[in-house]
């Protein structure tokens, strides 16, 4: 009973350590000169919840199933160079440590993106995408209950368009 009680609880502070990881990189640049920041709360996504039949197309690609079973999100934008390579430096380090999982990379002309997931079985619970270029970064970081099923649908309709 103490081993069940004792993997249920590392369990747990694994899910809020991933949700937190996010919030803290957000609340350390967020205001900061040269800085954009949005934050997307669980309410506002639990209110997302209740529309019927969301459609939030981007080109041929519907995101309004998969942003149904987010909970959080926070988007920083940062134009600020040293912040930038600060930023980038310390997403790489935070997904370095072996939780997050490289999902894709692109390259192109000096700029990277970078997309991390985390996953138990076939649900992504926490998803970090990094853009990186001389002089400027961007961060995504998204929580939830996402059925890889769905993200696999994106990329087939992001692809095909």
């Known amino acids: 009973m103490k081993r069940s ?5 590392l369990l ?6 991933g949700a937190q990881e996010g919030k803290d990189i957000y609340n350390r640049y967020s205001g900061r000169k040269g800085v954009s920041a949005v934050y997307i709360s669980p309410t506002m996504f639990s209110m997302i919840r209740t529309i019927p039949d969301i459609q939030v197309r981007t080109e041929e690609v519907n995101l309004g199933n998969i942003i149904k079973t987010f909970d959080g999100m926070y988007i920083l934008d940062v134009e600020n160079p040293d912040l930038a ?18 999902l894709m990379e692109a390259v192109e002309e000096g700029e990277t993106m970078h997309i991390y997931i985390v996953r138990d079985g076939d ?5 970090i995408m990094l853009v990186h270029e001389p002089g400027s970064a961007s961060v995504i970081s998204i929580t ?8 696999s ?9």
């Open 85 to 102: 390579s600060e930023l980038s430096a310390e997403v790489e380090k935070m997904v370095g440590q072996g939780r997050y999982e490289l």
């Open 144 to 151: 939830g209950s996402m059925p890889m099923e769905e993200l």
């Open 153 to 161: 649908k994106i990329v087939a309709s992001a692809s095909e368009s």
């Open 123 to 127: 649900t992504v619970t926490d998803f």
């Open 5 to 9: 009680i004792a993997i249920l609880s």
């Open 12 to 17: 747990l502070l694994a899910l809020v350590a």
